[in-house]
């Protein structure tokens, strides 16, 4: 079965470092989706991003945050500068149209900012 | 804007019995998916079952089915013959249908424990 893929598993960053959280969606998916975990916590919606732009996005994702498919397959997440309150297991996600599909995650990548 | 609400914080089961987890929501819109997901402790997201409001008969996948109550706008997840591979967190999820590439709504969770 067709999965996402998400790079690193887990990693661990200094505060105020860039971090980029990288993602593979399913290959024929359109839509694309970070969400953030915090520990204990529910799972937060990031944004999401079609044909090449955000369509939409939380109050989470501020200026610290961005996104993009710098090759076609690959949709990365890149917070600029690190903060202790970013330590999460953030979900990359795709579904293959816009409406009624079920959205696949994939296994996550646990950020720890120390 | 939608919400999801998860009472029950922690639920626990014993091996062979039934539980029921339960979720409600508020929304304004009236086509619109549900989800139940499971969350076991490798932390992955796995979809359990699913539902389409403009469906009437419950959805059911082997010993997972949902109580779905569109006027009472609550879905739960009834879980038969727990298994302890059944532990984990179980979150409650929406997604509005009319428009395109809408991201899930999440409840907080339940966490759900498998005692033998």
């Known amino acids: 079965e067709p999965e996402v893929t998400q790079t690193p598993s887990h990693q661990v960053t200094q505060m105020g470092q860039e971090v980029i959280l990288r993602c593979v969606p399913i290959s024929n998916h359109l839509y694309f989706y970070w969400y953030r975990q915090i520990l204990g916590q529910k799972v937060e919606f990031l944004v999401s991003?079609?044909?090449?732009?955000?369509?939409?996005k939380s109050e989470i994702f501020d200026d610290q945050f961005s996104v993009e498919r710098p090759d076609g397959s690959n949709f990365t997440l890149k917070i600029r500068s690190t903060k202790l309150e970013d330590s999460a297991m953030y979900f990359c996600?795709?579904?293959?149209?816009?409406?009624?599909?079920?959205?696949?995650f994939g296994e996550g990548s646990w950020l720890t900012v120390v | 804007a939608q919400t999801v609400t998860q009472s029950q914080p922690e639920m626990s089961v014993q091996e062979a019995e039934t539980v029921t987890l339960s979720c409600t929501y508020d929304t304004s819109e009236s086509d619109y998916y549900l989800f139940w997901y499971k969350q076991p402790p490798s932390r992955q997201m796995i979809l359990v079952i699913r539902q389409e409001a403009y469906k009437q008969q419950n959805a059911t996948e082997n010993r997972f089915s949902v109580n779905f109550q569109k006027a009472a706008k609550s879905f739960s997840l009834k879980i038969s013959d727990s298994q302890l591979g059944d532990a984990a967190m179980y979150f409650c999820a929406y997604r509005s249908a009319n428009q395109a590439g809408t991201a899930l709504i999440f409840g907080k969770g339940t966490t759900l424990s498998v005692s033998s």
């Open positions: 996600a795709s579904i293959l149209s816009g409406s009624g599909n079920t959205i696949y």
């Open positions: 991003f079609y044909n090449n732009e955000i369509s939409e």
